[in-house]
């Protein structure tokens, strides 16, 4: 089991900043693919960025390159989402997720292979 605990939600006007962090548990960030996802008010949840265990390699989905970054510290056994240029469009519930392998292609979204494992969200609220 791997537990995931996301925090840095909030509400931000419209062009804003903020940082989202997941604590996962130390050997997470050796074995598996970590990722961002996000579900808005009657949307489904989509895939919003990833990073891959080994290489390092990383996901965007269109609508937040640019704009988002994904990174991790593994020393600090730290996730984290920053997002900048926020657009009300971007409100939405925000979760951490875990995989033994992400899977992307340049026409398709980042899916989660294998047993995967998410926190509780926090949530992100964008205002005009």
């Known amino acids: 089991q791997v537990q995931l605990v996301e925090s840095g939600g909030g509400s931000v006007q419209s062009g804003g900043s903020l940082r989202l962090s997941c604590a996962a548990p130390?050997?997470?960030?050796?074995?598996?693919?970590m990722a961002w996802f996000r579900q808005g008010p009657g949307k489904e949840r989509e895939a919003v960025a990833g990073?891959?265990?080994?290489?390092?390699?990383?996901y965007y989905a269109d609508s937040v390159k640019g704009r988002f970054t994904i990174s991790r510290d593994v020393a600090k056994n730290m996730l984290y989402l920053q997002m900048n240029s926020l657009r009300p469009e971007d409100t939405a519930m925000y979760y951490c997720?875990?995989?033994?392998?992400?899977?992307?292609?340049?026409?398709?979204?980042?899916?989660?292979?294998?047993?995967?494992?998410w926190g509780q969200g926090t949530q992100v609220t964008v205002t005009v």
């Open positions: 130390e050997y997470t960030f050796r074995a598996y693919c």
């Open positions: 990073i891959a265990a080994s290489s390092g390699v990383t």
């Open positions: 997720a875990a995989a033994p392998t992400c899977v992307w292609t340049n026409t398709q979204s980042m899916k989660l292979v294998g047993p995967n494992y």
